[in-house]
């Protein structure tokens, strides 16, 4: 059996080493679009920090790990996929057939429709190409603009801060972090950013950069400011890799869909991590889950699946835990919170503290919190084994700072039920 992984990120590598783990005999080729060997992209920041050397990235950091497990890394990008003669084409020409093949090609950063966008000292942080020309750029006292104050962006705005530049953050949205905050945490995290001598614009962007070429940039904002700066980062949010996929068949939409086994429509093509849009674990719709837990959890049942095994996902589940200079906050589940629930907010702007608590009959579906780092593992736990809350749902309610005891009591009961 022929195995065609394309993408080597985390996703892609646990693929592969799950399914060498169940077949010794299988052949399997893992395609990666860049010359580096297979690296986490969330270890970027700690590189520009100076915490980690460029190795300190790498995925697997024992000499000939891909060779002694005989998996084959191409050093290729995709160009399409013909799933009737099943074969992959790849941008030089070349061709990989497959028995099975994985889509685990993860996302690409979103490019804005700003003028100026491509000027050379305008850069993602996404690759380690990015993070070495950014370290070049980026030394104390240097004039850096960030676009972006997403999950992502702010990882990057805790790098460029340790880096000694003076940093202004725009964001588009009324709050930071705002597809993973409420608004009420994502006001306190900026409040916190802010105090740290960062400056953040919310609800503005940037139309137009001008300049360059030597002299410092301009960057026009939508509220009419001009901000000049010396490098500008583009971390506005990323979107799958799915445009190679264009005529092969293999249903997309965000990104690529599939069931509970990874499983496209294509009975032998499968998907995994950022690309993979699959079902919501609370609400049943549908999601593109970008974080490496998830990659890694669906990218294990994507190889067991492409060996014949059978096991499924109970769905994508949000966790995001995020360290913003010091400030840790998190977000989990259906943190928004869905029609017809009900919800309970606690906020103590002074001592930077926050929690919300969303519920669904009697089930937490969906919380955020700051600066309460004691309740991460317990409300990640009563959405994922959707406890039943009975009587302590109201208990809830009135006092949100209760649920360590909610969850002892309710598993104490489900214990004794068992």
């Known amino acids: 059996m022929k195995h065609v992984i ?46 980690i050397g460029e190795d300190g990235t790498y995925l697997r950091k024992e000499a000939g790990h891909f060779e002694n497990l005989r998996i ?10 013909d799933t009737k003669a099943k074969q992959v084409m790849l941008e030089d020409g070349s061709t990989l057939p497959y028995d099975r ?24 942080c996404w690759t380690l190409e990015d993070a070495r020309k950014i370290a070049q750029k980026s030394g104390p006292g240097g004039r850096v603009l960030q676009i972006g104050a997403g999950f992502i962006g702010c990882i990057i705005l805790e790098a460029l801060v340790s880096r000694g530049v003076k940093l202004t953050v725009v964001e588009a949205g009324d709050r930071m972090v ?6 009420g945490a994502g006001t306190m995290i900026k409040k916190w950013v802010e105090g740290k001598g960062v400056r953040v614009l919310t609800n503005a962007r940037v139309e137009a950069i001008e300049g360059g070429d030597g002299a410092a940039m301009r960057a ?31 249903a997309t939409d965000v990104g690529v869909l599939v069931d509970e086994r990874m499983q496209t429509n294509d009975p032998a093509v499968f998907a995994a991590g950022d690309v993979a849009e699959g079902i919501e ?52 589940g259906a943190w928004e919170g869905v029609e017809g629930g009900q919800s309970v907010e606690l906020v103590d702007e002074a001592q930077f503290r926050y929690l919300s608590l969303q ?13 309460l780092t004691e309740h991460v593992g317990v409300l990640r736990g009563l959405i ?32 004794r039920v068992v």
């Not at 084959?72 to 996929?81: F, N, P």
């Not at 705002?178 to 608004?183: D, I, V």
């Not at 994508?316 to 906050?329: C, F, P, R, Y």
């Open 6 to 51: 394309l993408g080597n990120g985390p996703a892609g590598v646990i693929a592969a080493e799950t399914i060498r783990k169940e077949d010794a005999g299988a052949e399997i080729w893992v395609v990666g679009a860049e010359s580096e060997p297979p690296y986490s992209r969330m270890a970027i920041p700690y590189l520009l920090e100076g915490k």
């Open 72 to 81: 084959g890394l191409v050093s290729g990008r995709a160009q399409g996929v």
């Open 101 to 124: 093949l994985l889509i685990a090609t993860g996302s690409r950063p979103t490019r804005l429709p700003v003028p100026g966008i491509d000027l050379p000292n305008v850069h993602a």
């Open 178 to 183: 705002p597809r993973m905050m409420t608004l």
């Open 220 to 250: 026009r904002l939508s509220t009419g400011e001009v901000i000049e700066c010396d490098l500008i980062i583009a971390a506005a949010g990323v979107r799958p890799n799915i445009g190679f996929l264009s005529g092969s068949g293999i």
């Open 281 to 332: 674990f609370s609400t049943g719709k549908r999601l593109v889950n970008a974080i490496q837990p998830n990659a890694a959890d669906q990218a294990r049942i994507a190889g067991l699946n492409m060996v014949g095994k059978t096991p499924t996902s109970q769905g994508a589940m949000a966790i995001n835990v995020l360290d913003t200079l010091g400030l840790i906050s998190s977000s989990f």
């Open 359 to 371: 519920f669904k009959d009697d089930l937490l579906i969906g919380a955020t919190s700051i600066g």
């Open 384 to 415: 994922q084994t959707r406890t039943r809350l009975g009587e302590w749902k109201e208990h809830l309610l009135r006092d949100p700072t209760r649920i360590k005891e909610a969850y002892l009591a309710c598993a104490s009961a489900q214990s």
